[in-house]
């Protein structure tokens, strides 16, 4: 169509390097910069970071496949060869996060890391990563919502690639992609804020509120999506997992700011 953004970045003997791939990519690389700034600032080495992205990158790319690919498991039983064409997209946010975490769990542990520290360094690279990671989809043409007139789109003041490119099969579309990408962003400077203030946040509670701030968003978003992972086909994973995560990081953190024992996440400017 006419206007519609070309998802091909370029060729390369002769095989096709998609836009997904190279923003998924580039969102990484500066979550994985942040990370080991922010590192150096709380007492931890830069070579930790890099070590635990050997593991969990490629072991949070397979959670994020597997857990779309269970849900979506009626399809890629009937079509097996499609299981590991990531390249097409498929990859649920989600599941990459529950297993980045399970291996940052037992990587912690076996470098003797405060496992809550090393989730508070990592946390604001990764909403970055992922409001970054949303225009992946945007170039995919998937993660969008209901239809929409393309009037709605205009009084939004979008630019006019973007308004394009929700044109699909002739009917255009809630940008939700954009949606959760400016979501993602806000949130990402309000972590740096929040974070930036001296003995106000105990460990772990950096995470807590980026796992607070993007389910509650996510929950609303997903609502909108009409490309939702379904369970028994009554109610939306994403939903159902943010509701859970929310209410989780909600209680952790209040739990843990009642015990006096929770240390305090302090910054140190000039830790080598």
Same mark, same amino acid.
């Given at each position: 169509?006419?206007?519609?953004? +070309?998802?091909?970045?370029?060729?390369?003997?002769?095989? /096709?390097?998609?836009?997904?791939?190279?923003?998924?990519?580039?969102?990484?690389?500066?979550?994985?910069?942040?990370?080991?700034? /922010?590192?150096?600032?709380?007492?931890?080495?830069?070579?930790?970071?890099?070590?635990?992205?050997?593991?969990?990158?490629?072991?949070?790319?397979?959670?994020?496949?597997?857990? #779309?690919?269970?849900? &979506?498991? &009626? !399809?890629?039983?009937?079509?097996?060869? %499609?299981?590991?064409?990531?390249?097409?997209?498929?990859?649920?946010?989600?599941?990459?996060?529950?297993?980045?975490? $399970?291996?940052? !769990?037992?990587?912690?542990?076996?470098? #003797?890391?405060?496992?809550?520290?090393?989730?508070?360094?990592?946390?604001?690279?990764?909403?970055?990563? =992922?409001?970054?990671?949303?225009?992946?989809?945007?170039?995919?043409?998937?993660?969008?919502?209901?239809?929409?007139?393309?009037?709605?789109? &205009?009084?939004?003041?979008?630019?006019?690639?973007?308004?394009?490119?929700?044109?699909?099969?002739?009917? #255009?579309?809630?940008?939700?992609? $954009?949606?959760?990408?400016?979501? +993602?962003?806000?949130?990402?400077?309000? $972590?740096?804020?929040?974070?930036?203030?001296?003995?106000?946040?105990?460990?772990? &509670?950096?995470?807590?509120?980026?796992?607070?701030?993007?389910?509650?968003?996510?929950?609303?978003? %997903?609502?909108?999506?009409?490309?939702?992972?379904?369970?028994?086909?009554?109610?939306?994973?994403? =939903?159902?997992?943010?509701?859970?995560?929310?209410?989780?990081?909600?209680?952790?953190?209040? !739990?843990?700011?009642? =015990?006096?024992?929770?240390?305090? #996440?302090?910054?140190?400017?000039?830790?080598?």
């Amino acid at each position: 169509m006419l206007g519609t953004v +070309n998802g091909v970045a370029f060729n390369l003997f002769g095989l /096709e390097v998609k836009w997904y791939g190279i923003i998924i990519v580039t969102g990484m690389v500066l979550a994985v910069w942040l990370a080991t700034r /922010e590192a150096k600032r709380v007492g931890l080495r830069e070579d930790d970071i890099i070590d635990f992205m050997f593991w969990g990158l490629p072991l949070s790319i397979i959670g994020a496949r597997l857990y #779309y690919v269970i849900f &979506e498991w &009626e !399809y890629y039983a009937a079509h097996p060869s %499609e299981i590991l064409a990531i390249r097409n997209g498929g990859l649920a946010i989600y599941g990459g996060l529950l297993a980045g975490g $399970l291996v940052m !769990y037992f990587f912690t542990r076996s470098r #003797y890391i405060s496992f809550w520290k090393f989730l508070d360094v990592a946390a604001p690279g990764v909403i970055v990563a =992922q409001s970054i990671g949303r225009w992946g989809n945007f170039m995919n043409q998937e993660a969008y919502g209901g239809e929409v007139s393309r009037s709605f789109l &205009e009084k939004l003041h979008l630019p006019n690639f973007i308004i394009d490119n929700m044109n699909i099969d002739g009917e #255009y579309h809630h940008p939700t992609f $954009l949606y959760e990408s400016s979501w +993602n962003m806000i949130g990402f400077f309000l $972590l740096l804020w929040i974070r930036a203030k001296k003995n106000f946040l105990k460990e772990g &509670e950096i995470t807590f509120l980026y796992v607070m701030w993007y389910s509650f968003g996510r929950f609303f978003i %997903e609502g909108m999506r009409t490309d939702s992972l379904w369970a028994f086909g009554v109610i939306r994973i994403s =939903q159902l997992v943010s509701v859970v995560l929310f209410v989780v990081a909600l209680g952790l953190m209040l !739990y843990r700011r009642k =015990q006096d024992s929770t240390p305090f #996440y302090n910054r140190n400017e000039g830790v080598k």
